[in-house]
């Protein structure tokens, strides 16, 4: 694959294929328990979007500029969490700044964010895989994206239930799980068409 495609390759991939959510589950803590309105799923989404997108690259650059050249590989998972907690920081006051209700409404899961393992995941991945800083940007960005199209469609599915009768056993998490099951699957039918080492 060409140099030019494969940042491209790795972006859906990362959305549908190699969803961080569906496929490593990464993320499921705050998945499942924000998923149930719409309105604050879509906002906890476009958070972790943010971050990933962001603090992907970012970390790859701290760890190439600054930990690999002096030997201090050991000390990227402290590193990683230090650059998330900051940028997660920032954006918990921007979002407290300009929508007070979405602030309000995230509640706890806003400043979670900086411990959510998705976000610390991609950056992992990113120095596992080898990934340059365009692809590692790319692959930031998609699995941001994907993590929000599954909460969202989550968010849309427990929306719908509401008024669904579901047996007793079921009721609560135990729906959510089988949802998330369900999701995981429909996500898998995409394997294959973008395959992405």
Do not use: D, H
Not at 93 to 100: P, V
Not at 110 to 136: D, E, H, K, Q, W
Not at 154 to 178: H, N, Q
């Amino acid at each position: 694959m060409s140099e030019l495609l494969f940042p491209v390759a790795v972006f859906f991939a990362s959305i549908f294929t190699s969803n961080i959510l569906l496929t490593n589950y990464l993320g499921m803590c705050s998945f499942l328990a924000v998923s149930k309105e719409l309105e604050t799923s879509a906002g906890l989404g476009i958070a972790v979007t943010f971050v990933l997108a962001l603090t992907t690259p970012l970390n790859w650059l701290v760890y190439r500029y600054l930990l690999v050249p002096f030997s201090l590989e050991y000390l990227r998972f402290i590193v990683f969490i230090i650059v998330i907690a900051a940028f997660v920081q920032l954006l918990e006051m921007a979002i407290e700044r300009y929508s007070e209700g979405l602030y309000y409404s995230l509640g706890i899961f806003l400043p979670l964010i900086t411990v959510n393992c998705a976000i610390l995941g991609a950056s992992l991945f990113m120095v596992i895989r080898n990934y340059t800083f365009v692809t590692s940007f790319f692959f930031g960005l998609g699995s941001g994206l994907g993590w929000l199209l599954a909460i969202v469609s989550m968010a849309g599915i427990r929306m719908r239930l509401k008024t669904a009768k579901i047996p007793y056993g079921l009721e609560g998490a135990g729906i959510s799980l089988v949802i998330a099951g369900f999701m995981a699957m429909a996500f898998m039918g995409f394997s294959g068409m973008i395959a992405v080492s």
